[in-house]
Structure formats: structure tokens, C-alpha cells
């Protein structure tokens, strides 16, 4: 039996699989950061949303869906290059006894700069909008 034809195949097949690997390592940490983000966003304007419904002045729920959506990400630890954080109001001006809600969109801005693979965007926007009701028969003002 001869080894004289594959002399040196071991270093190509090193050339090939280990930056195959790393690419793939490299998605793997990308979709499980994306995925882990996602959800916090999701249970931050769920906060949101509910710190919002529960207060009677539309400024006061403004200002209370901002801070608990903030909150709640750093409390997860995620650490977003910006927090955009969208609350629609409108429904406080309908009249008590009719059905309102309050909608409240966050958006984080993802660094994912330190992922050096392939095809890995260097940032990533997620965003997530929740609904929460406000109690038709509570008094409320715009």
C-alpha cells in the first residue's frame, strides 16, 4: 500500500475545514445573540405597553413606557447601540366606556461588529410592537 498520493491532503483538508468551522460557529453565535435580543425586545415592549395602559394622563404614559422599556433591557443585560421607542397614544381621547389601547413599538440597534463572519451585518435592528388594553370604564385625558 502506497501513501505517496496523499502526501500533504491532511494540510488541505485543514485549509478547507477549519475556516468552513468557523464560519459556521461564527452563524451559530449570530442567531443565538439575534434570537436572545428578539426576545428581550418583545418582553420590554410588553412592559411597555403595560406600564402605558395603566395610567390615566397620555404624557405620563409616554414617559412610563419609555423608562420601562429602557429598564427592562438593561435589566436583561442587553446593551443596544441605540433604543427606539414608539407609543401610540391616540385611543386615551376615546370617550370612558369605549374599548382603547395602547401600542408600543421598541426597536434596539444590535452591534454585532464583533462577529467577524461572512455575511454577519455589523448591525442589526430589532424591533418588536405589543398591545395592551386600557380599562374602558377608568377615566383618562389626552
Known amino acids: 500500500m ?7 491532503s491532511a494540510s488541505v483538508e485543514a485549509a478547507i475545514a477549519v475556516p468552513a468551522f468557523a464560519l459556521f460557529v461564527g452563524l451559530i453565535i449570530f442567531g443565538g445573540r439575534t434570537a436572545v435580543v428578539r426576545h428581550s425586545v418583545e418582553s420590554a415592549a410588553a412592559d ?12 405620563d404614559a409616554k414617559n412610563a413606557a ?3 422599556a429602557i429598564t427592562n433591557l438593561a435589566s436583561q443585560g442587553i446593551n443596544c447601540l441605540r ?13 370612558v366606556g369605549t374599548p382603547a389601547q395602547v401600542d408600543v413599538t421598541v426597536s434596539c440597534r444590535l452591534d ?5 463572519a461572512p455575511g454577519v451585518p455589523g448591525t442589526r435592528t430589532i424591533s418588536a410592537t405589543m398591545t395592551s ?4 370604564w377608568r377615566e383618562r385625558s389626552p
Not at 48 to 59: G, T, W
Open 48 to 59: 411597555a405597553a403595560r406600564a402605558a395602559s395603566i395610567l390615566r394622563v397620555e404624557k
Open 2 to 8: 502506497s501513501h505517496g498520493n496523499s502526501r500533504g
Open 112 to 116: 454585532l461588529s464583533d462577529l467577524s
Open 66 to 68: 419609555k423608562d420601562a
Open 133 to 136: 388594553p386600557i380599562d374602558s
Open 83 to 95: 433604543v427606539d421607542v414608539d407609543i401610540d397614544t391616540q385611543q386615551f381621547s376615546h370617550a
